[in-house]
């Protein structure tokens, strides 16, 4: 074997204001929960708690403080929730289903009276708006300049933006009832479904022009818009972007100002790192720039039922997901939030997978769980130091942390440690999606963004059979040294209508430590980690990775399709290694069974019997005297 790795010796310098681990990552409801008493529904209960009875009850108040000090001492960060859906407005107008509730009417009520700060398209109509709800969704958007009588009390700059308001009244709420920060879901974690190049208020043009020292020549906002999308979209890209971040810069400091603690929030990105730079606004690089990312998860949302954008995602997109996100921007911290056995699940399990019913149905739903838990729950990246470690660091059983999963998945996934690579890395490029920007400059649509919509350049290769877990992005390349350097690079998509997004320097800098391979060239590249078998319609997918104890890990599945039926077989597969000549053992680590294998040549293998849609786990180390008697 190689020489062992000196990870699990370093000091964890990535610890987080929660207790959140790369080592042992917890369930999100071991380190943050919503704070009873604290947490009172959606979000304008939150922001007008001025006007909620119960936030001015000195008994619930007293009741809802020693809540979250029991939540602090139990390591749980208690927290509050900040979450709309689409049809939140309409529902709060007063003869909607939440009308009668406090904090909607007055939310209803403050945006009734400034039409102005609502988000309009290009042709000046309030997103969403009906001539019984003109006033749509009823979003402003955090960069939105406020009026003078809008601007909080003590605010100390110049020009004030409602990510100013929503600090001060997030800020106080917290300071108020003990929490710790918040939780961030629809309309605020991010830019929402109109994409930021459908976001068109004549006041944030106005800003823009003043910010960016551009002078747009068109009178109409339809001609400003449309000059924006030819001539300025990426330093209206930039401006959003810039402006997302200034909000959390400016909770970040509220919170702690008015709490005297380090502040925790929980905030969601979907899709790919790309499409949330490009149609969302949230670049969590941008974010770091501003604010402190130990204060901060970022949870990687991929269960949306197998459906993203009402599109199929295989399992694969999971893995995918969590590891370009971590290893983007590896100094944040991110969760992953996943699916779980639960009525939705199963039911995504019968429309999804038409082909199987009844026990088959079972095992399919159950085996798909174990695939993405296990290889999403190992996926790994190089941090900032070039350094290796998991890409999550918390996990979530579906949108609130219900549902079930098998607890010896857990435990297995939480005792094994990746701590340095085997086999080759995925290389993601910052460069190459801001030049993939620049060729497709609009970005409102997500598939306009680097890797497409659903990383059908990476997931292809995945289900293809190419042994990679590890993730790699220029953010660590400059520091990446031979302990921690992957066998061969995969870039999964360098050319975009014909034009390439790499530049020569970082090919160089690449080839400088192993072979790169683009797109296609990975299938059929011989890496020293490789899966066979004889099942029509099978494909083995899985990955290899040393552990903090110096065990060569594999993980292999049986993939999951999505045409799949009950007449799946199970599989007898071979896992050929190439590895220093020698004698090596195999444990099965979830049936409990050894063998042994030789290396001759710096080639081996052995064999393996996977029931269908299963997953196996294997660690290699070398043989004893007593393990070859």
């Known amino acids: 074997m190689a020489a062992a790795s000196t990870n699990s010796a370093r000091p964890d310098d990535h610890a987080s204001v929660a207790r959140t681990s790369a080592e042992r990552p917890p369930l999100a409801s071991e380190a943050w929960v919503l704070s009873e008493k604290a947490d009172l529904g959606l979000a304008p209960r939150h922001l007008f708690w001025e006007d909620v009875p119960e936030y001015s009850d000195a008994a619930h108040i007293a009741a809802a403080r020693q809540a979250a000090a029991d939540h602090e001492a139990a390591g749980e960060l208690p927290l509050i929730g900040m979450q709309l859906w689409e049809d939140s407005f309409e529902k709060s107008l007063p003869e909607g289903l939440f009308g009668a509730i406090s904090g909607h009417g007055s939310w209803v009520e403050w945006i009734g009276d400034r039409p102005g700060y609502l988000g309009v398209t290009s042709d000046g109509g309030v997103h969403y708006a009906t001539d019984a709800n003109p006033h749509g969704w009823g979003y402003v958007s955090p960069l939105m300049p406020l009026d003078a009588g809008d601007v909080p009390a003590g605010f100390t700059g110049t020009d004030a933006t409602y990510a100013d308001w929503l600090a001060d009244r997030l800020g106080r709420l917290a300071g108020h009832t003990g929490v710790r920060g918040f939780q961030f879901a629809d309309f605020y974690d991010g830019s929402p479904h109109s994409g930021v190049m459908n976001y068109f208020n004549p006041r944030i043009i106005q800003d823009f022009e003043r910010e960016r020292g551009i002078d747009l020549a068109g009178d109409s906002l339809a001609e400003q818009a449309a000059e924006i999308k030819s001539e300025h979209a990426q330093e209206y890209l930039d401006y959003f972007v810039e402006g997302w971040a200034y909000g959390w810069q400016a909770l970040e400091h509220s919170v702690e100002r008015h709490t005297g603690q380090e502040p925790w929030f929980v905030t969601q990105v979907s899709f790919t790192p790309a499409a949330m730079r490009e149609f969302a606004a949230v670049d969590v690089r941008e974010i770091g720039e501003r604010v402190d990312l130990d204060s901060m998860l970022f949870h990687v949302q991929t269960l949306e039922r197998f459906e993203m954008q009402h599109k199929p995602a295989p399992a694969s997109y999971e893995a995918a997901m969590i590891g370009t996100h971590a290893a983007r921007a590896p100094q944040a911290h991110f969760g992953h939030m996943m699916s779980s056995s639960e009525d939705d699940y199963w039911n995504a399990v019968s429309r999804m997978y038409p082909g199987v019913t009844g026990e088959d149905r079972e095992e399919l739903g159950w085996g798909r769980l174990k695939q993405t838990w296990l290889q999403s729950g190992w996926t790994h990246i190089a941090d900032g130091e070039g350094d290796v470690r998991r890409a999550s660091e918390a996990w979530s059983r579906s949108y609130h942390d219900w549902g079930e999963v098998d607890a010896a998945w857990l435990e297995l996934l939480r005792d094994i440690v990746p701590s340095r690579p085997f086999g080759p890395a995925l290389y993601y490029s910052a460069n190459a999606e801001k030049a993939m920007n620049a060729i497709e400059p609009v970005g409102n649509a997500v598939e306009n963004a680097y890797l497409g919509e ?84 099978a494909e083995i997918t899985g990955f290899g990775f040393y552990d903090q104890h110096d065990r060569l890990i594999v993980v292999a599945s049986d993939r999951v399709d999505f045409d799949d039926d009950g007449s799946r077989a199970d599989i007898a597969a071979t896992v050929s290694l190439d590895l220093p000549d020698g004698d090596y053992r195999v444990e099965d680590l979830l049936n409990d069974r050894t063998q042994t294998f030789s290396v001759r040549g710096g080639t081996g293998d052995f064999d393996i019997a996977l029931g269908r849609w299963d997953t196996g786990v294997y660690a290699i180390t070398e043989a004893t005297a007593t393990d070859l008697l």
């Open 454 to 537: 659903l990383l059908t350049p990476i997931t292809r290769l995945h289900d293809a059979g190419v042994p990679f877990g590890y993730y790699v992005s220029d953010a660590a390349l400059a520091s990446i040294d031979e302990a921690d350097a992957p066998s061969a690079w995969i870039i999964p998509e360098r050319f975009h209508e014909g034009q390439d997004l790499f530049t020569e320097a970082e090919l160089d800098a690449l080839e400088e430590i192993a072979p790169v391979l683009v797109g296609e060239e990975a299938l059929n590249h011989r890496h020293p980690l490789n899966f066979s078998d004889t099942v029509p319609g």
